[in-house]
T-cell receptor, first 111, second 115 residues
Framework: DAKTTQPNSMESNEEEPVHLPCNHSTISGTDYIHWYRQLPSQGPEYVIHGLTSNVNNRMASLAIAEDRKSSTLILHRATLRDAAVYYCILPRDNYGQNFVFGPGTRLSVLP | DSGVTQTPKHLITATGQRVTLRCSPRSGDLSVYWYQQSLDQGLQFLIQYYNGEERAKGNILERFSAQQFPDLHSELNLSSLELGDSALYFC??????????????FGDGTRLSIL
């Protein structure tokens, strides 16, 4: 089982910011937090990853809590093309399994 | 376009058969990863190769095997196929072997249907 917890689904309005939460209370000190997304009928797509401090790239921002037990993926202005399943992943879960994709958060973007 | 190429896009075969899926990583990437995505199991990591050597193993069945060739392309071989092997198979690549702190770039997948 993945050691991250995400809401099953979220909705957002187009052109509004979206905050996708992830809990990872058992994270180890060296675990990077990764975010991927999967659009319908496509392979997963890398979004962002980080270790301690907040990270920004052209797609999104990643806000990491000071205790690293949670993080938030921020899409600054949602578009219809951002509708996807978003996965928050740690490199290894409690059972030593590598790169476990849980069910993720299904984001719907309303026009 | 991620730069990762998978062939074929679709494959239909029968139970008991053997198939080979092929993956060409992004230019400059030394690691290749294989994943299986089925409706009931979600996306599962199978195996990683780095510069020709097996680097990490996930939930890969004994009937499945993989290898990475000197030109860095990789093949996933699935044998004695069962109905439950029907799934999307994704290949991903990354620059280095430490998958913990670098992005993986995924191909569009091969859809395998077992009849």
């Amino acid at each position: 089982d993945a050691k991250t917890t995400q809401p099953n689904s979220m909705e957002s309005n187009e052109e509004e910011p979206v905050h996708l939460p992830c809990n990872h209370s058992t994270i180890s000190g060296t675990d990077y937090i990764h975010w991927y997304r999967q659009l319908p009928s496509q392979g997963p797509e890398y979004v962002i990853h980080g270790l301690t401090s907040n990270v920004n790239n052209r797609m999104a921002s990643l806000a990491i809590a000071e205790d690293r037990k949670s993080s938030t993926l921020i899409l600054h202005r949602a578009t219809l093309r951002d509708a996807a399943v978003y996965y928050c992943i740690l490199p290894r879960d409690n059972y030593g399994q590598n790169f476990v994709f849980g069910p993720g958060t299904r984001l719907s973007v309303l026009p | 376009d991620s730069g990762v190429t998978q062939t074929p896009k679709h494959l239909i075969t029968a139970t008991g058969q053997r198939v080979t899926l092929r993956c060409s990583p992004r230019s400059g990437d030394l690691s290749v990863y294989w994943y299986q995505q089925s409706l009931d199991q979600g996306l599962q990591f199978l195996i990683q190769y780095y510069n020709g050597e097996e680097r990490a193993k996930g939930n890969i069945l004994e009937r499945f095997s993989a290898q990475q060739f000197p030109d860095l392309h990789s093949e996933l071989n699935l044998s004695s196929l069962e109905l439950g092997d029907s799934a999307l198979y994704f290949c991903a690549s990354s620059v280095g072997g430490d998958w913990g702190n670098q992005p993986q770039h995924f191909g569009d997948g091969t859809r395998l249907s077992i009849l």
